[in-house]
């Protein structure tokens, strides 16, 4: 049985095979005809055949036009569209707008229209989408998929609000054990930094961070408190009254203490770096500390790190975790793309541009598709693409492995419309050879 398309009259099997093959969208709701796939006939929208009584699909929606195996189907009208069931196991919430699990009544947070949004993690859409979906402690959805690949990450806060994905007391039992089991080293326990914020006395910034529920601002510090002799006295690198050090290294900009790594305060920046500084040099217009070797040879973003890491959208510039500058000149966490690259993505989250050079994989794209051919009614078809890499905008050869930029020769390009099927010139035959009588004996 084959739907005849409202909007271009063709026949489909269903809409996605319609959405996959045309550079527009069939609206389910206005089908009115379908072909049956067994006598032809061309009839109304309905779940048995008029002509030879073959049915079309266990289950039929006469609003979506939906024919399928039966799964327990239902019609939810608020959603507007068909819910695998049964349907007594769930419930529609009104303000979530979103057919939910039962055991969820009263015991989820609701997020007005939360399904209308596109997915965080894959930005595709929830609401229609065959992928079952996971609701997070804080009311936001992800596709189940999405979760999964998170969760494999080592992620474990919502995309959208950063709240625990679930429930984390067993992590945090183990962080404490962990904690218990590791104190500070005794360089950083000579002297505790006194919060201008309330007044409290913390190893550093970030063990205050931790504790309140508030930032301290480190360029505020007056006074430090010696944890030899307990002295509270002006922030410096040695106590005034029994001599002992702080800390290797001290910036009275930031009022950092620490061993020495060969510390450096980039004015620019703001903030201390890790040098030493000879080997690093600052980028005026990504404002960012970079490698020497990058001067001249990367490409500039402005003001590229004050932008969180698009993967787990924590803070780049003043984060201890190093930075992994893309070709196109965006920054990730180090770790963060060593996760992206262990999942098999190569593009660069922000902008889609090949996150390493893949002219080797090109290559090995290029060998498979040569000994994989398409079947002969694709064989001339043609589809329009944009190149993620170069921006060029080419007609190619179509190929369900992957099309290639005929501007760079990158296979990281996406289709822009349907396929161009080209007919095929009939080929011109040779005339047939009449046969000659023979000639007349003289």
Sequence with gaps: MNREAPCCGKAYVCRLCHDAEEDHQMDRFLVKEVQCSVCTTVQQAQQTCVECNVTFGEYYCDICHLFDKDKKQYHCQPCGICRIGPREKYFHCEKCNLCLAGDLRGNHKCVENVSRQNCPVCMEDIHTSRIGAQILPCGHLLHKTCFDDMVQTGAYRCPLCMHSA??????????DKEISQSPMPTEYQDATVKAPCCGKAYVCRLCHD???????DRFLVKEVQCSVCTTV????????????????????????????????????????????REKYFHCEKCNLCLAGDLRGNHKCVENVSRQNCPVCMEDIHTSRIGAQILPCGHLLHKTCFDDMVQTGAYRCPLCMHSAWNMEHNWEQMDKEIS?????????????????NDCQTHCM??????????????????AQNGGLIRQSREPQPQEPEQQPQSPLPEP
């Excluded at 931790?210 to 301290?216: L, N, R």
């Excluded at 050090?245 to 450096?264: N, R, V, W």
């Excluded at 190619?396 to 390009?413: D, I, R």
Aim: glycine share 6%.
């Design 210 to 216: 931790a504790e309140e529920d508030h930032q301290m």
């Design 371 to 387: 000994q994989s051919p398409m079947p002969t009614e694709y064989q001339d078809a043609t589809v329009k693409i944009i190149c």
């Design 233 to 276: 006295q002006q922030a410096q690198q040695t106590c005034v009254e029994c001599n002992v050090t702080f800390g290797e290294y001290y910036c009275d900009i930031c009022h950092l203490f620490d061993k020495d790594k060969k510390q450096y305060h980039c004015q620019p920046c703001g903030i201390c770096r890790i040098g030493p």
């Design 166 to 175: 679930w429930n984390m007391e067993h992590n945090w039992e183990q962080m």
């Design 396 to 413: 190619v050869p179509f190929h369900v492995l992957g099309m290639k930029c005929s501007g760079c020769g990158s296979y990281n390009t």
